[in-house]
């Protein structure tokens, strides 16, 4: 059985501070895709990023950045210099990787940021 | 690109109605469709699994009978709430997953309906 855990629920930073959200993931599957995606209060669920199992590389798309470690089974997300608009509840998110079609998505509990000036 | 609607955003209803929500993909077609409720501040429960042209496969606990879901075509599929009650009343989400390409495996959600029956 998949699970992910995100033992953040809730996490406040002032503006410009740099901040981490915590993912830890068990899976059985060799091959699994791990997500992150942003739900702002608006209540839609923003894609951010996609990891293939296989590809352990770090990646950086402006002020976000993630770190997986297959090691530890995490796959943590930092936002650098945060801003107001990063305010959101952020959901980490699992699936078997079949190719071709989308696998059931497991999510974590979500970690709620609350970014102030 | 990989955009998805609802309609509509929301609905009041009145206990014992169905409510039908659309799901639509607007720039790619979507072999499969995805349907979570989310409750406040919880994190989202997949309902059932939508392929176009078959039936869908529901979750453990979830009665499909109630739960009516249709995915007619590429770019939509359809959820009805039938004879609703104040129990249903929720966050209803939908993702679909594009055909081909870098994306196949991704699900891209819609904005949401939130629904109240009285």
């Known amino acids: 059985a998949q699970k992910v855990t995100q033992a953040q629920t809730e996490i406040s930073v002032v503006e410009k501070e740099d901040v981490t959200l915590d993912c830890v993931y068990e899976?059985?599957?060799?091959?699994?895709?791990l997500f992150w995606y942003k739900q702002p209060p608006s209540g839609e669920l923003v894609f951010l990023i996609r990891?293939?199992?296989?590809?352990?590389q770090n990646e950086i798309s402006g002020r976000y950045s993630w770190n997986f470690q297959k090691s530890t089974s995490s796959f943590n997300f930092t936002i650098t210099a945060s801003q107001v608009v990063d305010s959101a509840v952020y959901f980490c998110?699992?699936?078997?990787?079949?190719?071709?079609?989308?696998?059931?998505?497991?999510f974590g509990t979500g970690t709620r940021l609350q970014v102030t000036l | 690109g990989a955009v998805v609607s609802q309609h509509p955003s929301w609905v009041i209803c009145k206990s014992g109605t169905s409510v039908k929500i659309e799901c639509r993909s607007l720039?790619?077609?979507?072999?499969?469709m995805f349907w979570y409720r989310q409750f406040p501040k919880q994190s989202l429960m997949l309902m059932a699994t939508?392929?176009?042209?078959?039936?869908?496969?529901?979750e453990q606990g979830v009665e499909k009978d109630k739960f009516l879901i249709n995915h007619a075509s590429l770019t939509l599929s359809t959820l009805t709430v039938t004879s609703a009650h104040p129990e249903d009343s929720s966050f209803y989400i939908c993702?679909?997953?594009?055909?081909?390409?870098?994306?196949?495996?991704?699900?891209?959600f819609g904005p949401g309906t939130r629904l109240t029956v009285l």
């Open positions: 939508s392929n176009e042209g078959s039936k869908a496969t529901y």
């Open positions: 899976t059985r599957d060799t091959t699994y895709y």
């Open positions: 998110a699992l699936s078997e990787a079949r190719g071709g079609t989308a696998s059931k998505l497991t």
């Open positions: 990891r293939n199992s296989f590809d352990e």
């Open positions: 720039d790619f077609q979507a072999t499969t």
């Open positions: 993702s679909a997953s594009a055909w081909g390409g870098r994306s196949t495996d991704t699900q891209y």
